[in-house]
């Protein structure tokens, strides 16, 4: 391991946010990439890529140092990457809220589909109401049925773009195994 790497290493296990963005400035890019290829959808790799830093911030102190940096935050993302992908064959095809909340205002749309698009959007309003917490409620809300943006959740909110991005992939998940449970029951 060259100096100049253990030193960044060092600097990052003491909580320098300095040296974190130097390590997410050097390393996000060829993760991004390796990531978009594999998935071939900018916003999974975009997802993954911060996914697989948040790992690499939490397991740093871990790294041994037997291979170059890069190569131990690609088998981060590499195993991500194939969970990803193994979940993505097992994952129901899910309708998106703003899908389901226009299949519920259009009058043109059938009653039978009409109800199935409201019922659907009242499970999702009680997890959300009982399994979220309130800001990542506030933050998927504004992200889901306002159309924000990450940046403007991220400034209106004083947090930033990877805790906006964490928490809205976060009530994803909540939402998406809640019903996957209720599929299988």
């Not at 037997?66 to 088998?75: A, D, N, P, Q, V």
């Not at 959007?121 to 409620?137: G, I, K, T, W, Y």
Request: aromatic fraction near 6%; hydrophobic fraction near 40%.
């Amino acid at each position: 391991m060259k100096d100049a790497e253990r030193t960044l290493i060092d600097r990052v296990i003491a909580g320098d946010l300095g040296a974190m963005d130097e390590l997410f400035r050097a390393y996000a890019p060829p993760v991004f990439r390796f990531a978009l290829h594999r998935l071939r959808n900018h916003d999974d790799a975009e997802d993954l890529t911060q996914e697989v830093f948040i790992r690499v911030m939490l397991n740093l102190s871990s790294f041994r140092g037997e291979s170059t940096l890069l190569t131990w935050i690609f088998g981060i993302a590499h195993f991500l990457v194939l969970r990803e992908q193994h979940g993505k064959h097992r994952r129901l095809e899910l309708m998106s809220l703003d899908k389901l909340a226009q299949l519920g205002r259009m009058a043109e749309v059938p009653s039978p589909e009409r109800a199935d698009a409201s019922r659907a959007l009242e499970r999702c309003a009680r997890v959300l109401e009982q399994d979220v917490s309130a800001s990542q409620r506030r933050i998927f809300r504004m992200m889901v049925l306002e159309n924000g943006s990450m940046r403007s959740i991220s400034a209106e909110l004083g947090i930033g773009t990877g805790a906006v991005k964490s928490s809205v992939r976060n009530t994803r998940r909540i939402l998406s195994r809640r019903a996957e449970r209720r599929t299988r029951s």
